[in-house]
Nanobody, 120 residues
Framework: EVHVVESGGGLVPAGGSLRLSCASA????????CSWVRQTPEKGLEWISA????????DYADSVKGRFTISRDDANNMMNLQMNGLVPEDTGVYLC?????????????WGQGTQVTVSS
């Protein structure tokens, strides 16, 4: 059974830090590229960051560049997002996504998200 579970969210003051984790099971995590996506009622789904399956290439939305760092730990089937210098605009549900293109189709997995709330 496939499992994708985010953790590490919480309520923090502006300027604080959080470290989100995405634990997975039931598929070959090391062969999947991964992303963090933020969901809010106002903006819907917003891409935040991504790392390729090799772990060598990363990318970030302009709004978090320089403050967030994405990484992966394939030995533990896990992805992380270090969030520093948090601002209220970072508030939202952070979702973990893993995707692989193989055999002419996409395999894509989503967690249910972890809530991040940044107070002013």
């Amino acid at each position: 059974e496939v499992h994708v579970v985010e953790s590490g969210g919480g309520l923090v003051p502006a300027g604080g830090s959080l470290r989100l984790s995405c634990a997975s099971a039931g598929f070959t995590f090391s062969e999947h590229a991964c992303s963090w996506v933020r969901q809010t009622p106002e903006k819907g789904l917003e891409w935040i960051s991504a790392v390729d399956d090799g772990g060598t290439n990363t990318d970030y939305a302009d709004s978090v560049k320089g403050r967030f760092t994405i990484s992966r730990d394939d030995a533990n089937n896990m992805m992380n997002l270090q969030m520093n210098g948090l601002v209220p605009e970072d508030t939202g549900v952070y979702l973990c996504n893993a995707v692989q293109w193989t055999s002419g189709e996409w395999n894509e997995y989503w967690g249910q998200g972890t809530q991040v709330t940044v107070s002013s």
